[in-house]
């Protein structure tokens, strides 16, 4: 060998060990584990404490709203099952999911409970609001009827004792049988459960707060002796259509204990875009809880909210 084809050669060498050296630096900055989950975005408070808030909706400083993500802070949402052979009352398990990796069994008392647990269809239909009971081991469990086949949505609402906020996490879960979608319902300013009549007055904008004003009345006559639920003479949750992101808002005045109100109550909410909502309201008269249920459309229309009248949205006429 020559000593100008030594030199080539090793001129050569020199520039692979400079790619490959590159190229290995390269990667560790690109490491696609690390990339594929990028850092929180940093929370701000809202409200004080975990509590909902004096009427206040949730975002709790998120760069979304709440109920999209089955994970955050740390905290995952984790049911026990996500498919069900049929229906009719079933237990459902879930757990929540610390960042110790261990079921969180510590919680602070948000309305009077631990954990709220929402599911509704993924049509808006079947709503119910219902709060199960937890085992020593932090599995939460309760005997549930999803109606109807579909694709239904969980949220576990609640405050973890270490977090000091409240957090929404939701989940799908599907249950085999017949799926007959449920339209939204048309717009009035009315609606009608079980023999009460409730008007909801209010011209909420997207992304401010603006008060909603629910009015209760039985066969014409205001009814002025609602009684607490939950802490307070109403409970409202809201979901945008489509995505079904969450919003949870409380009475601008909390129950007096032994008290009664009535028949306004009036919520103080933030919706995030335009868009259509349902509301479901939670009242409680004569030892029973009921549920109303409207419709808002924000943007087109004038940013006027279009409530719905009475029809029957729970899958299957349940």
């Keep these: 060998m020559t000593r100008g084809v030594a030199l080539k050669l090793a001129g050569f060498a020199g520039a692979l060990?400079?790619?490959?050296g590159g190229a290995f630096a390269l990667g560790g900055a690109f490491d696609p584990v690390a990339d594929a989950a990028p850092e929180a975005a940093p929370h701000t408070e809202t409200t004080e404490g975990p509590a909902?808030?004096?009427?206040?909706?949730?975002?709790?400083?998120?760069?979304?709203?709440?109920?999209?993500?089955?994970?955050e802070a740390g905290y995952t949402l984790v049911p026990a099952q996500t498919s069900f052979a049929a229906t009719g009352p079933i237990p459902f398990k879930f757990k929540i999911i610390g960042p110790d990796g261990k079921p969180l069994t510590s919680y602070q008392v948000t309305h009077e409970k631990d954990l709220h647990l929402i599911v509704v269809r993924r049509d808006l239909a079947g709503f119910k609001h219902v709060h199960p009971t937890r085992a020593a081991d932090g599995t939460w469990s309760?005997?549930?009827?999803?109606?109807?086949?579909?694709?239904?949505?969980?949220?576990?609402d609640f405050a973890p004792a270490a977090l000091g906020r409240t957090l929404t996490?939701?989940?799908?879960?599907?249950?085999?049988?017949?799926?007959?979608?449920?339209?939204?319902?048309?717009a009035t300013t009315t609606t009608n459960v079980e023999g009460y009549d409730v008007t909801l007055a209010g011209s909420p904008v997207a992304g401010k707060?603006?008060?909603?004003?629910?009015?209760?009345?039985?066969?014409?006559?205001?009814?002025?002796?609602?009684?607490?639920y939950?802490?307070?003479?109403?409970?409202?949750?809201?979901?945008?259509?489509?995505?079904?992101?969450?919003?949870?808002?409380?009475?601008?005045?909390d129950a007096v204990a032994?008290?009664?109100?009535?028949?306004?109550?009036?919520?103080?909410t933030t919706f995030p875009t335009d868009g259509l909502y349902r509301l479901y309201l939670d009242?409680?008269?004569?030892?029973?809880?009921?549920?109303a249920e409207f419709t808002v459309s924000l943007g087109a229309s004038g940013n006027q909210p279009i409530p719905t009248p009475t029809e029957d949205t729970t899958p299957h006429g349940h």
């Design 17 to 20: 060990l400079l790619a490959f």
């Design 52 to 71: 909902h808030g004096e009427g206040h909706s949730e975002t709790g400083g998120s760069t979304q709203p709440p109920g999209l993500a089955i994970s």
């Design 142 to 156: 309760i005997p549930f009827d999803f109606t109807a086949g579909g694709t239904w949505r969980v949220f576990a």
């Design 169 to 186: 996490l939701g989940a799908d879960v599907t249950v085999a049988g017949l799926f007959k979608p449920v339209p939204l319902p048309r």
């Design 209 to 228: 707060e603006s008060e909603l004003t629910f009015t209760v009345r039985r066969n014409g006559a205001p009814v002025a002796d609602l009684e607490p």
């Design 230 to 253: 939950l802490g307070a003479y109403g409970h409202l949750v809201s979901l945008r259509s489509g995505d079904l992101a969450y919003l949870h808002t409380h009475p601008t005045e």
């Design 258 to 268: 032994g008290g009664k109100g009535g028949p306004e109550i009036k919520f103080g």
């Design 283 to 291: 009242f409680k008269h004569g030892g029973a809880v009921r549920t």
